[in-house]
């Protein structure tokens, strides 16, 4: 576990049991009831279920949801703070219909509401949402059926929220309004001049491309006037980007929306509901720093800055205090979701044995990288490996130009990579290893294929190289002695996992365990349940992975609720136009041709047809 360093991330909810096995805590705090993930992975494939999987565990998203709400309760009840906490869940973070019903279903204690973006989002919210006391935010640009949609909603009973992301949407709300005889709920996204660091920020701060500046604000105040609709004005929203990794930053920012706030209600605006936005960061490599994987607070931490600054400055200005709305993606689900997959193989740096005796036709560069071998020591590894850079790069050259035979050159790579291995070992001594050596490691390290796509199951770690912890599921009481990274199976470089968590900040390779013959190996990422699934594609056309939901009981009993067969080959196929029927008939075609010209018997097209139409049928991933 410590070297995973899984209690460092895993935030109570996962751990190693003595068996080796990655174990689950559905309840949080490292309590109750332990599931081994592995055992989960059999029950799977009893079931017929190939990886990779994406296990979802239902208790964790409610776990999530209540450890927020009473967090914010706690923070309200010990400050005595006079409004109430509503959170809210953009949908954007991640849209699949199961994980927005167990939402609005594990949240409809706490009236947690969903926020929208888009008319698709808000139909969707509109479907899973039952609670009319819990908000329903829609920021995004709103065209008319948008907001007449949101106008229905109102008109049902839902506290729809229209948050002006821009100042000319307001007189569309107002006609559309009018129309429908709807009186709107307004709120304004304001642009503050705090902006946060960390990776997803780029959305806060004066520059950002969303919000209102605080001259078209007092503008939207005065054209409510004018309309007599300043009571329809009651919230103020701003959002300074996701993940957040410094609470000085949560706190600015707070700040400044509090003064506006209290400026909106000294206008006469009706005001109640003040909408902080996303941007409580998940602790991705337990580091607890404001790194940007990371974040250098908790979440009662979170809760009670806010409550405080916000009575801070409200009581300053004697105006009452507002509902805190805050719209946590990432922290809610990050931690529900996990890409569970097997190994398929692993390619090692092989050097084998080098001849005692070159010939004597051996060309010069091989010899002198012979020679650089056999006189390293301590005092010159940075030469040495100047010096096997420079007469492996000679070797390819004289290839290219036909000087050297294919024989040779592979002699040649063989010296450089036993000249690279016994660096990585004498480096070892070296209290300063210089920048070049130290890659080695990497360079060296083994290449295990695992039976995922990048882009489809984890698009940030290949977009913006964001850290995902990833652990071997089990054999956690062998010490793995292997380095190596990960490579999907996509025919891509690009497809592949070479920086992971370590307690000493990241590194470039994952300590894993030898494959034995006839037994899976199985890896897992852990805390992908935020934004990966919809922003991943169908890169060499690897589709939707199979996707389980467990739920565990007190006694520690658990069932699979939900379980969704991943794309086929006819379903990914279909997604780029190609229609599946069509192309089964022009295979039959191609088949009958081969027939005509003698190149296969009608029985043998029977079975190629066979073959394409279960291809068809089949999971896009390696079947084994
Ligand atoms: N609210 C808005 C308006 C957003 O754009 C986002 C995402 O960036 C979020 C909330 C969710 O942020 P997070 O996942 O950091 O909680």
Known sequence: ???????????????????????????????????????????????????????????????????????????????????????????????????????????????????????????????????????????GYKDEEFIDLGLHAVRMGYKCFFVLEMASELPLILERSKCLGV?????????LSVKAGGHWTDSGGERSTFGL????????????????????????HYHLGSQVPNIRDIRAAVMEACRIYGGLVAEGAAMGFLDLGGGLAVDYDGSHTNYVSSRNYSLDEYCADIIEAVMNILDEEGIAHPHIVTESGRATVAYYSMLLFNILDVSRVEIGNLPDILPDDCP??????????????????????????????????????????LRERTLGERYFWAIMKRIAQEKQKLKHVPKDLAEIDVALADIY????????????????????????????????????????????????????I????????????????????????????????????????????????????????YEFVRELRGDSVADILSYVEYDPRRIIDDIREAAEQAVREGRITPSDRYRVMQAYEDGLRGYTYFER
């Open 183 to 191: 009186r709107p709920l307004i709120g304004v996204r304001a642009k």
């Open 213 to 236: 500046t605080t001259a078209q604000i007092v503008d939207v105040v005065d054209q409510l006037k004018d309309h007599d609709m300043l009571d329809c004005f009651q919230l103020l």
């Open 449 to 500: 294929y695992g039976n995922f796509s990048v882009f489809q199951s984890l698009p940030d770690s290949w977009a913006i190289d964001q850290l995902f912890p990833v652990v071997p599921l089990h054999r956690l009481n062998e010490l793995p002695s292997r380095q190596g990274i990960l490579s999907d199976i996509t025919c891509d470089s690009d497809g592949r996992i070479d920086h992971f």
């Open 364 to 405: 010069e560069p091989v010899r002198n990288m012979r020679e650089a071998l056999a006189g390293l020591t301590l005092r010159n590894l940075q030469e040495c490996y100047n010096d096997a850079v420079y007469y492996r790069d000679e070797v390819r050259q004289q290839f290219l130009t036909g000087r050297i035979t």
């Open 1 to 139: 576990a410590e070297l995973y360093g899984i209690r460092n991330w895993g935030a109570g909810y996962f751990d190693v049991a003595q068996s080796g096995d990655v174990v689950v805590y559905p309840f949080g705090d490292n309590r109750g009831p332990a599931v081994s993930i592995p055992e989960i992975i059999r029950g799977m494939r009893e079931r017929g279920y190939d990886m990779p999987v994406l296990l979802r565990i239902e208790n964790i998203l409610d776990s999530q949801i209540t450890s927020l709400h009473q967090s914010f309760r706690k923070a309200i009840g010990s400050l005595g703070y006079k409004g109430e906490y509503r959170g809210i869940f953009p949908i954007k973070v991640n849209q699949q219909q199961q994980v927005v019903e167990k939402i609005a279903q594990f949240g409809s204690r706490y009236h947690h509401g969903l926020e929208v973006g888009s008319k698709a989002e808000l139909i969707a919210a509109v479907s899973q949402l039952r609670d009319h006391e819990a908000c329903l935010v829609c920021n």
């Open 502 to 557: 370590d307690p000493q900040g990241v590194k470039g390779t994952l300590d894993l365990h030898p494959l034995k013959d006839g037994e899976e190996y199985y890896l897992g990422v852990f805390l992908v349940g935020a934004y990966q699934e919809t922003l991943g594609d169908l890169h060499n056309l690897l589709g939707d992975t199979n996707v389980v939901s467990v739920r565990v009981h007190e006694d520690g009993s």
